[in-house]
């Protein structure tokens, strides 16, 4: 099993459509979440960090549920320039150890 | 922003050859980078996290011998493929930890390689 699992999409969807992305991690030693974003081709960027009380930015909304071992990323609105994969990334250790999931493929289409 | 470069940004190489990949932390000081493999549609996959004046930590499946590491300054750390085979075409990508700020990691922009 990996240690962090998406759903690889892709997810089309249409312009200004609300999107949710769900993400499961196995390790429970991990202490901290992220969402990055990855255009093709590009390195991964980060797009937020992820609290247990759920944190925005913008359009943008993450949410963990450490009892479940969850973590969720909400769009709002999506723009054409959200198309793009969203990694996953679970940070463990003292020694900043990043696992990435594969990521999930958002497209967002006209 | 903390800015980390890398170069060369693709490389094409023939078999048998040996590509050097620098990767550089541009306005802050990195005691740790951290190098990276991915292939298409897989995630980033950690390969050795890179310590200054120290030797590399490798991950399981990872030949420290085939991939060379050298973080010989605060800012500065490479990464030789050596003897490149067509296996190891990848997107090569580092990322480094700002040593005042141990819980961040900026990434580099990625080297492609392509090995013929």
């Known amino acids: 099993r990996k240690e962090v699992e998406q759903d690889p999409g892709p997810f089309n969807v249409p312009e200004g459509a609300t999107v949710a992305f769900n993400c499961t991690y196995s390790?429970?030693?991990?202490?901290?979440f992220f969402w990055y974003r990855q255009d093709c081709r590009k390195e991964p960027k980060l797009l937020m960090s992820v609290y247990s009380s759920g944190n925005e930015d913008g359009r943008f909304t993450a949410q963990l549920n450490r009892a479940s071992q969850y973590i969720s990323l909400l769009i709002r609105d999506s723009k054409l320039s959200d198309s793009a994969t969203y990694l996953c990334?679970?940070?463990?250790?003292?020694?900043?150890?990043?696992?990435f999931g594969t990521g999930t493929q958002l497209k967002v289409e006209l | 922003g903390a800015v980390v470069s890398q170069h060369p940004s693709w490389v094409i190489c023939k078999s048998g050859t040996s590509v050097k990949i620098e990767c550089r932390s541009l306005d802050f000081q990195a005691t740790t980078m951290f190098w990276y493999r991915q292939f298409p549609k897989q995630s980033l996959m950690l390969m050795a996290t890179?310590?200054?004046?120290?030797?590399?930590?490798?991950e399981q499946g990872v030949e420290k011998d085939k991939f060379l590491i050298n973080h010989a300054s605060l800012t500065l750390s490479t990464l030789t493929v050596t003897s490149a085979h067509p296996e190891d075409s990848s997107f090569y990508i580092c990322s480094a930890r700002d040593r005042d700020l141990p819980g961040t990691q900026y990434f580099g922009p990625g080297t492609r390689l392509l090995v013929l």
């Open positions: 990334v679970s940070h463990t250790g003292g020694g900043n150890k990043l696992t």
């Open positions: 390790n429970s030693a991990s202490q901290s």
């Open positions: 890179s310590n200054e004046g120290s030797k590399a930590t490798y």
